[in-house]
């Protein structure tokens, strides 16, 4: 989820900038506590609520025009971003599509989150993916199942300083508001989610031992249920992290949250309560691979 305030841990100091070479410092997002109805996520889970943007007959008519036009450009043939064979050609912007890549992906584990990334650009990304997946579960907001988590993902000279200030992060007074028991524990009747899911990567520093990977997500929290007041809504967020090799895997050393980019909202029906409840259970989140 979300969290309102940077911090910075690794040493456990608290806010500041961003720490100099040879530092141990780590840069995550606290939670908010100014108002019940924000939610946010330490590392790159749902922040708050894109409002709806009103839709007119201009707006409307504009959207059929264009997928009548792209529906004819699809059917044309001989031409376009196409060989000979009618076979795509690689994107010109030189964005790398999600697709194949014939190398294996990861077998390893370290508890539930993959473990045992290549040390080359593919790895980092796909590292940094599995992690923000992790890192904006629903698993953060118990005691247990966070430290867990991140000592998994995260380079162990930052992982204890981080999870000092996460657990003030993680305060009764914060589960409450997102309406969760004090423990972290969800109200019966109840089910929360949280969910991340990344959209798109990029690697935007590589350099031996260090890598920078943005990673393009979209995300879902809330409570779903008959009694909740705090409806599961979807957010757009961009995660930047800092990993370094260490141990033969992918770590992250610092890592920060910023919000979109978000498309318009679509003109899908809301589900109610039940139904998202149901959806949650019924159907496991995934493991990203690339």
């Not at 990304?125 to 118990?142: D, E, I, P, R, T």
């Not at 009747?189 to 990673?215: C, D, I, K, W, Y």
């Not at 995300?219 to 409806?231: D, H, N, Q, R």
């Amino acid at each position: 989820m979300s969290f309102g305030d940077e911090y910075e841990g690794g040493s456990g100091r608290g806010r500041g900038g961003r720490g100099g070479a040879g530092r141990t410092r780590t840069r995550t997002r606290l939670p908010e506590h100014e108002a019940a109805d924000e939610y946010g996520d330490g590392f790159g889970g749902p922040g708050r609520r894109p409002p709806r943007t009103s839709r007119s007959l201009v707006t409307v008519v504009g959207v059929v025009v264009l997928l009548i036009a792209a529906i004819a450009f699809a059917n044309r043939s001989g031409d376009g971003d196409t060989d000979g064979g009618g076979t795509a050609k690689a994107p010109r912007d030189g964005a790398a599509p999600t697709a194949a890549t014939g190398t294996k992906p990861v077998t390893g584990k370290n508890g539930t989150i993959p473990a045992g990334f290549a040390q080359d650009d593919q790895g980092a990304q796909s590292a940094a993916a599995n992690y923000a997946v992790a890192l904006g579960s629903a698993g953060m907001f118990q005691r247990e199942t966070r430290q867990a988590i991140v000592r998994s993902v995260h380079d162990p000279a930052v992982a204890e300083g981080l999870l000092v200030d996460l657990d003030k992060a993680y305060s009764p007074a914060f589960l409450k508001n997102v309406g969760l028991n004090e423990d972290g524990s969800t109200p019966p009747g109840l089910t929360f989610v949280s969910r991340t899911m990344p959209v798109g990567t990029q690697l935007t520093e590589m350099n031996g031992g260090t890598a920078t990977v943005e990673v393009w997500c979209t995300g879902l929290v809330g409570m779903a249920g008959e009694a909740s007041t705090k409806p599961v809504t979807q957010t757009w967020f961009t995660i930047t992290q800092k990993l370094r090799w260490v141990g033969g895997d992918w770590k992250i050393q610092s890592s920060s949250q910023r919000e979109g980019p978000t498309p318009v909202n679509g003109d899908n029906r809301a589900s109610t309560a039940d139904e998202i409840a149901e959806a949650v259970a019924g159907y496991g989140g995934f493991t990203y691979a690339r």
